[in-house]
């Protein structure tokens, strides 16, 4: 058996790596384009950032090593031009040389290329994507040989905040320009507020739902007209999949350019397989297909393609994006769906917010996460988690990613029986504390009401933040009147329990108590999920961006959106 492997890193290299654990026989060629089949693609900003100083630590795999391990013909700098389904063959360019080559099963893994739109003016500035280490080396060399002032990061996902941070590090003046509302795409809103406001403590410009129009000399200039300072440009606004050279070839592409496969991650073409950043997946939740470019699930592709050339039908069930960004001391991951994407595929929901410590409140260091837990409302099927805070939340949302995969309940949640010990948790974990708040909200123990309801809340409620005199007097939501929790019994007279009445209080865990004190006296309540600190991440962030285009409003130039 002749397989022809399109692609290194981790789809391409992966699956020769599989095919011959368990093939010794097989006769494997991989066409490389680059000169690199196997580097760290999430190492890339820390070599930028000084975080990892060896250059060659960045290449996981050399092609000598990889042909002496594993008896694969790798060819680098050979790129694949176009194929051929009917002849079964590829045709590659290498240098000036073009040649066919023939297969009896190919594997396409070309991954997806880094979107880089015509900007006018594009050319007057050193505009810069990350995408594999030829990449990392020209924005290193670029840092350390021309010593620019500021920068300007076009797109705030996973690579771009990356970038800014290891910019940041190097002593650089970073603003991020993001066409959206909030930074971090797989995340909501809602969540994004206590990112935004970390950005701008670690003194990072931050423009929110502006594009980039132009570009000259001096930097950036917005589509409202700011002028954002840049020496050079990092533009990471997103991936495409690098499929052109199958425009001819008979293969199904979907609208993106993705290659369809199925579960098999067969292609529409006999005897041709599909893997990682090119390829459309089934979600896990949804059961929508999606573009997940994510280094996991290309390895867990790899392995199956390995496994299914050579006959033993192996199926990939679907990507779930679980993800994780350390952002300075922040950490920010996600599963599953968000609650936007809920809202657009018109699938019931519920969520939970909760504020947890990473360890024993006792134990000296911890730090505090906030939880967003998305759940179906009939089953309590856990669909999604978004989770920022400092340490442990790692550890967390692996828990959550195997209750999506899993199709584990909130109820589950409460089973679970994580590792315990002052340094790393308490004894109820965060995870467990989403799971029951989750079954409180099912059994209508806590009502739950939202930031965004706040507006709609009937003007005869009674608003009742339910903090410590001292805790209220830093700060309240608007309307809200102050009853300690531990005086509530005796001062419930204040009260009209004929009226509706919406509580608060720090991060949700005394307004549940309150809730249920007032309750059982016959009141109809309701209780601020995420509580004031919730709310307070809100708002300032909402009072930053105002104060950013009044700036702009005012000067009409440059603006620094800190």
Not at 3 to 10: E, P
């Amino acid at each position: 058996m002749k397989v022809v492997i399109v692609g290194g890193v981790a789809g391409g290299a992966g699956t020769a790596a599989r095919l011959r654990r368990n093939d010794e026989t097989a006769e494997i060629i991989m066409l490389e384009r680059g000169a690199y089949i196997s580097y760290a693609n999430c190492g890339l900003p820390y070599y930028i950032g000084g975080v990892i100083t060896d250059k060659d630590a960045l290449q996981l795999q050399t092609p000598g090593r990889f042909h002496a391990r594993f008896n694969v013909d790798v060819r680098v700098d050979s790129q694949v031009v176009s194929v051929d389904t009917e002849k079964k063959c590829v045709v590659v360019r290498h240098g000036e040389e073009t040649y066919e080559e023939s297969y009896d099963k190919l594997v396409l893994s070309p991954g997806a290329g880094p979107v880089r739109p015509g900007i006018p003016g594009m050319g007057e500035n050193h505009v810069f994507t990350l995408r594999n280490i030829p990449d990392t080396y020209a924005v290193y060399d670029f840092v350390k040989e021309h010593k620019p002032a500021s920068c300007a990061v076009i797109g705030a996902g996973f690579i771009g905040l990356e970038m800014a941070e290891n910019l940041a590090e190097q002593g650089i003046r970073v603003s991020v320009v993001e066409g959206a509302g909030h930074v971090m795409p797989p995340m909501d809103m809602d969540m994004a507020h206590a990112v935004h406001n970390y950005i701008r403590a670690q003194g990072i410009g931050l423009y929110l739902g502006h594009t980039c129009a132009s570009m000259d000399k001096d930097g950036v200039i917005l589509d409202n007209g700011a002028r954002v300072p840049a020496d050079m440009v990092i533009m990471s606004i997103g991936v495409r999949p690098d499929t052109g050279f199958l425009k001819d070839s008979g293969i199904e592409l979907g609208a993106r350019g993705e290659i369809l496969v199925n579960q098999y991650m067969e292609t529409s073409a006999e005897d041709v397989y599909a893997l990682g950043d090119a390829v459309s997946v089934e979600h896990v939740v949804s059961g929508q297909k999606v573009l997940i470019p994510l280094a996991s699930p290309a390895n867990k592709q790899g392995r199956i393609v390995g496994d299914n050339l050579c006959g033993r039908k192996t199926a990939y069930k679907g990507s779930q994006g679980t993800s994780v960004m350390k952002f300075f001391d922040m950490t920010v991951a996600v599963t599953g769906e968000k609650e936007e994407s809920l809202i657009a595929q018109g699938r019931p929901y519920r969520k939970v917010i909760t504020t947890s410590a990473s360890q024993a409140g006792y134990y000296p260091g911890g730090d505090m996460m906030t939880i967003k837990t998305l759940f179906d409302p009939g089953t309590a099927v856990i669909l999604g988690a978004q989770i920022v805070g400092g340490k442990g939340v790692d550890k967390r949302i692996d828990d959550l990613a195997n209750a999506v995969r899993f199709q584990l309940t909130g109820y589950d949640l409460q089973e679970m029986e994580l590792a315990y010990a002052p340094p790393f948790s308490s004894a109820k974990d965060p995870v467990n504390m989403a799971g029951y708040v989750i079954g409180n909200v099912m059994e209508g123990l806590m009502k739950p009401f939202y930031l965004e309801d706040l507006d709609s809340i009937p003007e005869d409620a009674v608003r009742l933040d339910v903090r410590t005199e001292e805790e209220y007097a830093g700060g309240t939501i608007p309307g809200f009147i102050n009853i300690p929790l531990d005086s509530l019994r005796e001062r419930m007279g204040e009260l009209d329990l004929t009226k509706d009445i919406y509580i608060t209080c720090q991060i949700g865990l005394r307004g549940y108590l309150a809730q249920r004190i007032l309750d059982q006296a016959g009141a109809r309540t309701w209780n601020l999920s995420g509580g004031y600190r919730f709310y307070e991440m809100m708002a300032k962030d909402e009072q930053s961006m105002a104060a950013a285009m009044t700036m702009c409003t005012e000067c009409g130039m440059e603006v620094n959106a800190k």
